[in-house]
């Protein structure tokens, strides 16, 4: 199973600030990385898929990096709405798994 | 509008059984690959199972091999999980997740949207 860690557990950010998180994968993904968000009391929520693509309807201050086994997800300027955990997922290999999860808080 | 809304979670003794369903709208079912992902109470994501757009191939995490079982009704646009042996460690909240697209395609195994999840208890 492929391990996905995620870093920091934490992040103290304000609203403004450029927020840059990552992902590393215990062997390679190619770039079939994804990255959610997920806010309190509700389901997660599809930012960027194979590494760098924006799903449908989310903002171009969200951008992905990476391939192989390191990633990065990056906030370029922190909306009040983007506190919240984000998640990585592979699908480079059954089975699916997702990383620890990184919490973006107000600092 | 694509809407997954699922039922079936609730308290159960361990060692018994439960059954999820999740109805979907608003897209062609039978196209679009299905997944199962459940979250602990306080923690991550944990992917479960998953399923072919026609029910065909079906795949699962470890960690529920053997107990569990996916199925869909593509006539009735519901995915279905069978949960048996549950024990303590099952307890989270199941989400119901519409994959991106089918298993072979040159998309899929991403998860969007997801339903609002229900909860499962394993408890005596």
């Known amino acids: 199973e492929i391990v996905l860690t995620q870093s920091p557990a934490t992040l103290s950010l304000s609203p403004g600030e450029r927020a840059t998180l990552s992902c590393r994968a215990s062997?390679?993904?190619?770039?079939?990385l994804a990255w959610y968000q997920q806010k309190p009391g509700q389901a997660p929520r599809l930012l960027i898929y194979?590494?760098?693509n924006r799903a449908t309807g989310i903002p171009a201050r969200f951008s992905g990096s990476g391939s192989g086994t390191d990633f990065t997800l990056t906030i370029s300027s922190l909306e009040p709405e983007d506190f919240a955990v984000y998640y990585c997922q592979q699908r480079g290999n059954w089975p699916l798994t997702f990383g620890g999860g990184t919490k973006v808080e107000i600092k | 509008e694509v809407q997954l809304l699922e039922s079936g979670g609730g308290l159960v003794q361990p060692g018994g059984s439960l059954r999820l369903s999740c109805v979907v709208s608003g897209f062609t079912f039978s196209s679009y690959a299905m997944s199962w992902v459940r979250q602990a109470p306080g923690k991550g994501l944990e992917w479960v199972s998953g399923i072919s757009g026609r029910g065909g191939s079906t795949f699962y995490a470890d960690s529920v091999k053997g107990p569990f079982t996916i199925s869909r009704d593509n006539s009735k646009n519901t995915l279905y999980l069978q949960m048996n042996s549950l024990r303590a460690e099952d307890t989270a909240i199941y989400y119901c997740a519409k994959d991106v697209g089918d298993y072979g395609a040159n998309l899929y195994n991403w998860f969007d949207p997801w339903g609002q999840g229900t909860l499962v208890t394993v408890s005596s």
């Open positions: 062997q390679t993904v190619s770039s079939y």
């Open positions: 194979d590494a760098s």
